[in-house]
């Protein structure tokens, strides 16, 4: 009789174990989906798009704010540029992916999204450079030093 009450208590405590490993699986995934979406929130609430939110921590409050200033007000532009990489990246993603493969219209589409990220990376340093102009020797100093090396 002992041997059919020992089954049910094994299974007990392998589904304990299961229900404690599964609860600990989600937990990591919601805290990790929530960390992601925090962290993009407070680089989007400094006004900082995408390709200038690493520079922002390392900025003096100051020139941040100037800086801030110089994104919001070309802010329009730099999301047009981002649906243009976009785009560009599902053309490639589309070339490669058509059957038969065709290595010239991969070629083509690549050398459109190199064009695309170079414009945007022109809009982002001359939002830049046109911030550290009205910077004083000082402040750009001061920017500089805590920029990586």
Known sequence: ???PAAA?????RWLGWGL???????LFFVGLIGATAW????RQAMGFGPGAAWM????PEEIRSQLRERMQQRRLDMRERGLEMRQAQLV???ALATEPYDKAAVERAF??????????QELMHATIAAAAADLTPEQRKA???RLPN
């Not at 922002?56 to 900025?59: G, H, K, N, T, V």
């Not at 050398?111 to 945007?120: D, I, T, V």
């Open 1 to 3: 009789m002992s041997e």
């Open 8 to 12: 049910p208590s094994r299974r007990r």
């Open 20 to 26: 404690v490993a599964s609860l600990a699986f989600n």
């Open 39 to 42: 962290r993009w929130h407070n």
């Open 56 to 59: 922002a921590p390392l900025l």
């Open 92 to 94: 490639v993603l589309r």
């Open 111 to 120: 050398a459109e999204l190199r064009q695309r990220l170079a414009k945007g």
């Open 143 to 145: 920017m500089i030093d």
